[in-house]
């Protein structure tokens, strides 16, 4: 596994040995015999499970971002480095030499040490004279990318990053949720951020991109994460970045292997509640929180407005917490300003009662453009469906909802769904979406349920027989199982038995099949995400329930890690438990960042279905996680109403400073409508 490999090196006048690759703690990585860098991760146990990218799977993947390669920002100029000038080799490892600017030597030091790889990165600088760095990022490029679902289950990894300074870490873990992960700790240094590149029309929404962990962006974002720092180094000083690698049975053993050094009780707390931290010492630079340490040398944290904050916890480690209004102020706060800011007034007819995105900087409502995701249908049914949620909840005033909401009814049945029941896109977008069968559905269930108009129950009763009609039962539309349920008991009180009975046997017909196809699951708009597959344990958790066939329950056990994966252990209130979701910035918001959003209110429906899960399966921490999920999302909205459909996470996209929430208030009150759902459910 270590033998030698002799080549010739491109930049040095004799051959170099190298080991062809690095044997460590059951599994190995397979070292370029020009660089020295790994070019692939493997398990033994599992040797079909890629944990980085490579042109075979990726074929944008260049050398540019193979492992190990970065870049410098500094006063002298910007670089990047990739084949050393230097490189030398034994069993044990590689130590590579790099010259990418004039008086800056970068040396890169690769070594097993027991069960684990140990890399470390040495900025040197041999000038006489200062050097003031602003950027120093390293290529991860781990495999995080969707094939088909069963080719993503069986050799894909999720990669969930945490970048506190000097508590900063990576996990690259199946998306099955089974097996071993590949997790990167650091022991030496900070990492402060993390980038995303090689996001474009050409990887589109079925890759994750290209991750980069930063020491510091201060070039490009200086404020993201809590702010960049610029580093000084005098003449011969240095600095350095080390991390090691390992194999990790479970998530909980490389949680504990990070030694963590604050445990918190909870990341995101309503006003007026403490969010209690265990940690040698606790600050924050905003002026919003205090900070109070209790006599058993704990911290109580609290915060006078509504927002995310940073928390700078002991020894160079940094990461961030919510401080909210409850779910129904936010509620309250959002009906309003929907109801001031996102209606369409200016158009004719049954047209200016649809519900559109608006940019919050200006209050301007944006219009279509042939744009699917900013049509006036799909996402934003949400925004009528919460109105009428919140005015059944005594949250917003019922007589003034009433009205608006049977204007977006008439709206909806004439230009949001044709003659036979298929849904619309939109009123100018003809094209039938499977996905907006259940919402359109939902709405006219809710209004037969408030107005007793038999119209209403048989148009949501139309428009679920003819989502079954066109596909529905091999599609895993968001919300089909529990509105088709939903819908059966509005048709039983009102008489139609019979047709109820027809819908159900068609949901359990529906989840058998998904249960006979395993792995197979259907691609939609993307090829595999985790809103494919919540929807899948919703349908398989609905057939259990109306028949208590136990093969249901035994499917759910087998499904639910697959769900769990797309949400990492990250101790910050944007990425606890939250699902990774990498495109809705490009599809859905003004700035056409095509980056990781976090929260992503899709992330909620990760919550819903663990307390819809059947009991045997439902945990106290599967209750945790929930709550966490459901308290993160709160981060999109702000104390006046308004909101943000995508807080783009990563610092840089493409080079394009991110790390931001986009303008537009768009399709993300589906988190609030299902919460409130999920609430009156528990009650």
């Known amino acids: 596994m270590s033998a030698p490999c002799r080549k010739a090196h491109p930049l040095l006048p004799v051959d170099v040995e190298i080991p062809d690759a690095l044997a460590f703690g059951g599994g190995y990585a397979t070292l370029d015999a020009l660089t020295g860098a790994p070019t692939r991760f493997v398990d033994a146990r599992q040797p079909e499970r890629r944990f980085l990218l490579d042109t075979d799977v990726a ?158 962006d201060q070039a490009r974002n200086p404020d993201a994460f809590g702010g960049q720092p610029v580093l000084h180094l005098e003449a011969g000083e240095s600095t350095s970045l080390e991390w090691e690698l390992s194999w990790y049975a479970t998530v909980a053993d490389f949680i504990a292997a990070t030694t963590p050094p604050a445990a918190l009780s909870a990341y ?7 969010i209690v ?18 006599a058993d040398g704990r911290h109580h944290v609290r915060a006078s407005r509504h927002g995310a904050y940073t ?19 936010v509620v309250r706060r959002r009906a309003a300003y929907i109801t001031r800011h ?31 995701d900013w049509t006036d249908g799909s996402e934003r049914i949400a925004m009528p469906l919460l109105l009428q949620a919140a005015a059944a909840h005594g949250l917003a005033d019922a007589d003034e909802m009433d009205p608006l909401l049977d204007g977006w009814s008439r709206f909806a049945c004439r230009h949001l769904l044709d003659e036979s029941n298929a849904p619309r896109r939109g009123s100018q977008d003809q094209q039938v979406r499977l996905y907006d069968t259940p919402w359109l559905a939902s709405f006219f269930d ?30 895993l539309s968001i919300g089909l199982s529990p509105t088709t349920l939903a819908l ?56 259990y329930t109306v028949t208590g066939d136990a093969v249901f329950r035994e499917a759910v056990a087998e499904r639910l890690s697959w769900l769990l994966a797309f949400g990492g252990p990250q101790p910050h209130v944007r990425l606890h438990g939250i699902a990774i979701r990498h495109w809705d910035g490009f599809w859905f918001g003004a700035d056409r960042l095509w980056g990781d959003v976090f929260p992503h209110y899709w992330s909620t429906l990760t919550a819903a279905t663990l307390q819809r899960l059947p009991t045997t399966l439902r945990t106290p921490g599967t209750d945790r996680l929930a709550e966490t999920i459901w308290r993160a999302n709160l981060a999109n909205y702000r104390e006046d109403g308004s909101a943000t459909c995508a807080f783009v996470m990563p610092s840089t996209v493409d080079d394009r400073a991110a790390h931001r929430a986009d303008p537009l208030a768009n399709d993300q009150d589906w988190h609030l409508l299902l919460w409130l759902r999920a609430r009156q459910q528990s009650e």
């Open 277 to 294: 931290v265990e940690a040698a010492s606790v600050s924050s630079p905003d002026s919003a929180v205090t900070v109070e340490r209790q």
């Open 59 to 216: 074929p944008w993947h260049s050398v540019e971002h193979q492992w190990g390669s970065g870049h410098l920002m500094t006063d002298r100029g910007g670089a990047r480095w990739h084949t050393p000038s230097e490189l030398r080799g034994t069993d044990r490892g590689t130590t590579a030499a790099h010259t990418p600017l004039a008086g800056v030597r970068l040396e890169v030091q690769r070594l097993v040490d027991g069960d684990r790889i140990r890399e470390r990165y040495t900025v040197v600088n041999t000038a006489q004279e200062p050097l003031t760095i602003t950027g120093l990022g390293i290529q991860t490029p781990f495999a995080d990318l969707y094939d088909t679902a069963e080719a993503s289950l069986d050799r894909a990894v999720h990669a969930h990053l945490f970048t506190g300074g000097t508590w900063a870490w990576a996990l690259a873990q199946p998306m099955s949720g089974q097996g071993r992960c590949l997790g990167l700790i650091v022991r030496e240094g900070a990492l402060r951020a993390y980038s995303v590149e090689s996001r474009n029309l050409k990887s589109n929404s079925h890759v994750r991109g290209h991750l980069v962990l930063l020491v510091t």
């Open 488 to 543: 059966c008991d509005s048709l039983e009180a009102g008489g139609q038995s019979g047709r109820a009975e027809k819908l159900r046997t068609q949901l359990v017909d529906s989840a058998r099949q998904f249960v006979r196809m395993g792995r197979q699951l259907p691609a939609h708009e993307v090829n595999y995400e985790q809103s494919i597959v919540a929807p899948l344990l919703d349908l398989i958790v609905d057939a």
């Open 342 to 372: 996102q209606r369409a007034r200016e158009r004719p007819g049954l047209l200016a009662h649809a519900f559109v995105p608006v940019d919050t900087r200006t209050g301007l409502t944006q219009t279509t453009n042939g744009w699917q």
């Open 446 to 475: 809710d209004r037969y349920r408030v107005q007793g108009r038999d119209e209403d129950l048989e148009r949501a009763a139309g428009i679920i027989e003819r989502s079954f009609e066109l596909g529905g039962a091999r599609h």
């Open 268 to 274: 995101a707390a309503e006003l007026g509640e403490p």
């Open 311 to 329: 928390l700078d916890i002991d020894s160079g480690a940094r990461t961030e917490v919510l401080f909210h209004l409850s779910l129904e102020d």
